[in-house]
C-alpha cells in the first residue's frame, strides 16, 4: 500500500506550522491536521511527532513526501511608507521513512527529515540590506528511533538525531564610517557543523476511544565552522575586510508536543495539542572571526528571542480505507521580540488553517 497525500493549506509558507526557523511539514497528512498528531497514527511519519506510536504500525512500511513552500514576503517602511517586496523564494523540503514491527511489541524506524529551515532573499538596495539581503538555512536530520510496548496500553521510544547544518548569510555593509559616503560593500558568511541530540516518546491509551501522547526532543547545540568573504570594498580600505575564516555558535531549540486523540465514531479521529519550544537559548548570534575585520574580531548581533507556545485541534475522517478527509488549525506566537526584530527571520504570530485528503493507492 502506498499513500498518497493531496493537500491545500491556507497558510503562509514562512509559517509553514512554525516559529523562528522551525519548520513541521515532515509528514503530508500529519500536516493536513495541523501537525496535531501526538497521540494519533499517521503512517512512518510518526516517528517525527511522536516515535511511540510506531508500535501501532504492522509489517514494514515506506513513506516520502515533498512539500512545496512558495515565499511571497513584503516591508513596508514606516519612515517613508515605500513597499520592498523580497524575490520569489520557493523551497521543497523533502521527508522519507521507514517503519518496521520487530515483534509484538518492539518496533523500530528511520527517518530523514527538514525540522529547521529558513529562506529570504530581499534586493540589494532596500531599506534593510545592512541587516540582511540574503539568508538561507538548512538541516537535515538523520533519526533513528525504537519503541517498546511494555503494557497493552502504553508504548515508549527513544532516539537519536544527528543534524546536519548549513548556512549562508548575506548583507551590504555602509562604509561611510570610512569616509566613503554613498558606497557600499558586500558580505557574505557561509558555514555547516553536525550536531546530536535525542528525542523521547510516549503513548497511553487512556480509553477504547481516548489516547495521550507526548513527544520531547533536546535541544542541539551547533559550533558553526565557516568564512566570511568581502566584496565590493574599493582601494585601500580593501585591506580592513580580508577574507577570513570564522566560527559562530547556534543552538536548535528543545521542543515538547502534548496531544489528546478522541475517536468519538469508528471513522473519526479529533486531537488537541500544544507544542513548546525552546527559543530562548537563540540569545544572540555571534560570528567571531580568525583575522580583523574593519578592527573588530567579532560580528555580533543581539536576539533574545523567547520560548513559544503554539495551540492546535486536527482531525481525520475515513470516507473508506483508501479515502479520508484531513483539517486542521494552529494558533502559535513568534518567539522574536519588537526590540530584535529583523528581515532575516521576518517570523509573527501565526492563525493556520489546513485541509487536504488522504488518498491510498496500491
Known amino acids: 500500500m502506498v499513500p498518497l497525500a493531496f493537500l491545500v493549506t491556507l497558510c503562509p509558507a514562512g509559517q509553514a506550522l512554525a516559529s523562528g526557523y522551525g519548520l513541521f511539514t515532515q509528514g503530508a497528512s500529519a500536516f493536513g491536521q495541523a501537525a496535531t498528531v501526538t497521540a494519533h497514527t499517521t503512517g512512518p511519519s510518526t516517528l517525527f511527532y511522536n516515535p511511540a506510536l510506531l508500535t501501532t504500525l504492522d509489517g514494514t512500511r515506506v513513506e516520502a513526501g515533498v512539500t512545496v513552500l512558495a515565499f511571497d514576503r513584503r516591508f ?28 509484538d511489541d518492539l518496533a523500530a524506524g528511520i527517518g530523514l527529515f527538514f525540522p529547521f529551515g529558513l529562506a529570504s532573499d530581499w534586493p540589494d538596495q532596500w531599506e534593510g540590506r545592512f541587516l540582511a539581503t540574503q539568508t538561507e538555512m538548512t538541516t537535515y536530520t538523520i533519526n533513528p528511533a525504537v519503541a517498546w510496548q511494555p503494557l497493552p496500553r502504553l508504548s515508549v521510544a527513544a532516539g537519536l538525531d544527528l543534524a546536519l547544518f548549513d548556512a549562508t548569510l548575506r548583507r551590504q555593509i555602509d562604509l561611510a564610517p570610512l569616509g566613503l559616503a554613498g558606497v557600499e560593500g558586500s558580505q557574505e558568511f557561509s558555514g555547516d557543523d553536525t550536531g546530536l541530540g535525542w528525542n523521547l516518546g510516549l ?43 570564522g566560527q559562530a555558535d547556534l543552538s536548535l531549540p528543545e521542543q515538547l508536543s502534548l496531544g489528546l486523540a478522541w475517536q468519538p465514531i469508528e471513522p473519526l479521529v479529533v486531537e488537541i495539542g500544544a507544542h513548546w519550544e525552546g527559543w530562548s537559548a537563540f540569545e544572540e548570534l555571534r560570528i567571531g572571526l580568525e583575522q580583523p575585520v574593519a578592527g573588530a574580531n567579532e560580528d555580533l548581533v543581539a536576539r533574545d528571542w523567547d520560548d513559544t507556545w503554539s495551540y492546535r485541534v486536527g482531525g481525520r475522517y475515513a470516507l473508506s480505507d483508501r479515502i479520508a478527509l484531513l483539517a486542521g488549525y494552529k494558533y502559535g506566537n513568534t518567539p522574536v521580540p519588537d526590540s530584535t526584530f529583523e528581515p532575516a527571520i521576518p517570523d509573527a504570530d501565526t492563525h493556520l488553517w489546513t485541509v487536504g485528503a488522504d488518498l491510498q493507492f496500491g
Open 76 to 103: 513596508t517602511s514606516r519612515a517613508d511608507g515605500d513597499t520592498h517586496e523580497m524575490r520569489d523564494e520557493t523551497k521543497m523540503p523533502a521527508s522519507l521513512y521507514l517503519s518496521h514491527r520487530v515483534t
Open 203 to 245: 503513548a497511553l491509551q487512556l480509553t477504547d476511544r481516548l489516547d495521550f501522547g507526548l513527544s520531547w526532543r533536546s535541544e542541539i547545540d551547533l559550533s558553526v565552522d565557516g568564512a566570511a568573504r568581502f566584496s565590493g570594498v574599493p582601494g585601500n580600505a580593501a585591506a580592513l575586510f580580508p577574507a577570513t575564516s
